[in-house]
């Protein structure tokens, strides 16, 4: 069953804005994850964080999540043109080795 | 350390043929994993290796799809005959037992069924 559940599906900023996009999921895990996939090419890893931790940072990246709500968003900050891209949360349920869970992902165009 | 090297890059085949994708995780995971987007969806799950043994292919959409993993190191996927529909793009990762470091994806392979 689908877990991670982004939105919006589709987001369209311009550039230097800031770009919030949210996930959802349904069960217990362990961490969750973004990624990133520009347009036909690899998934890129952007941040993991774990079920004990409320909030992480990572350059212009903040992630923060909320297990009361089982929901996690994405804050990119002061965004450019080479964000664009779709981004997946991804969950696992353990730290052990099962599969991640991906939601459908959020569209993101940066406008210059 | 390499990463997780996926080939080819991307294919193009028309229906009814049949294409072999290529895995090679990083060296020493133990953990294989395919996992495809189909037209703009979401990214499925198709199933994990542990070393050589399939430990879950319950994503495996169907019998058309063949995946190996001989001697525990690289990974092949094999569709045939090929529809429409497995148009997408095939992703692969790796992780090291127990999760440690986490997992690595490759680049995926695009592939195209006309």
């Known amino acids: 069953s689908q877990q991670g559940e982004e939105d919006p599906q589709a987001l369209s900023i311009q550039e230097g804005e800031n770009a919030t996009m949210n996930c959802s999921y349904k069960t217990s895990i362990n961490n969750l994850q973004w990624y990133r996939q520009n347009s036909g090419r690899g998934l890129v890893h952007l941040i993991l964080?774990?079920?004990?931790?409320r909030e992480k940072h990572s350059g212009r990246l903040r992630v923060t999540l909320d297990t009361s709500k089982k929901s996690s968003s994405l804050l990119i900050t002061a965004s450019r043109a080479a964000d664009t891209a779709s981004y997946f949360c991804a969950t696992a349920a353990n730290s052990g080795n099962t599969p991640l869970v991906f939601g459908k992902g959020t569209r993101l165009s940066v406008i210059a | 350390e390499a990463g997780v090297t996926q080939f080819p890059s991307h294919s193009v085949i028309e229906k009814g043929q049949t294409v072999t994708l290529r895995c090679d995780p990083i060296?020493?995971?133990?953990?294989l994993y395919w996992y495809r987007r189909v037209m703009g969806k979401e990214i499925k799950f198709l199933l994990h290796?542990?070393?050589?043994?399939?430990?879950?292919e319950s994503g495996m959409p169907n019998n058309r799809f063949l995946a190996e993993r001989t001697g525990g190191t690289y990974s092949t996927l094999k569709v045939q005959p090929a529809e429409l529909e497995d148009s997408g793009v095939y992703f692969c990762?790796?992780?090291?037992?127990?999760?440690?470091?986490?997992?690595?994806f490759g680049s995926g392979t695009r592939l195209t069924v006309v």
């Open positions: 060296s020493g995971h133990d953990n």
């Open positions: 990762a790796s992780s090291q037992e127990r999760g440690k470091g986490g997992y690595t």
């Open positions: 290796f542990v070393k050589e043994s399939k430990q879950d």
């Open positions: 964080i774990r079920s004990n931790e």
